[in-house]
Nanobody, 117 residues
Framework: QVQLVESGGGLVQPGGSLRLSCVVS????????QSWVRQAPGKGLEWVAS????????TYEDSVKGRFTISRDNEKNTLFLQMNDLKVEDTARYFC??????????RGQGTQVTVSS
């Protein structure tokens, strides 16, 4: 059974930082590209960032470029998202999903990120 468990969210002021984690089990993590997606209240799913299976290539949605960094640890089956200089518009529930630039339906519960002063 595939499980994805996201963590690391919280309440942060504009300009602050958070590091999200996603532990994946039940599939050969190292074989697949992985993505972070997010969903703000009342809005649809938005793709945020992706990383290729060996971590050698990444890509980002334009609004997060230069502020967010996606990475992975294939030994620990874990995906990360370092988020710096957070903005109010980054407020959303964040999910990890399998695939490159994927908008697959999230399997996990996600982790809430709230950016507010």
């Amino acid at each position: 059974q595939v499980q994805l468990v996201e963590s690391g969210g919280g309440l942060v002021q504009p300009g602050g930082s958070l590091r999200l984690s996603c532990v994946v089990s039940g599939l050969p993590f190292r074989l697949y590209a992985q993505s972070w997606v997010r969903q703000a209240p009342g809005k649809g799913l938005e793709w945020v960032a992706s990383i290729i299976n060996d971590g050698s290539r990444t890509t980002y949605e334009d609004s997060v470029k230069g502020r967010f960094t996606i990475s992975r640890d294939n030994e620990k089956n874990t995906l990360f998202l370092q988020m710096n200089d957070l903005k109010v518009e980054d407020t959303a529930r964040y999910f990890c999903v399998q695939g490159w630039m994927s908008l697959a339906t999230p399997r996990g519960q996600g982790t809430q990120v709230t950016v507010s002063s």
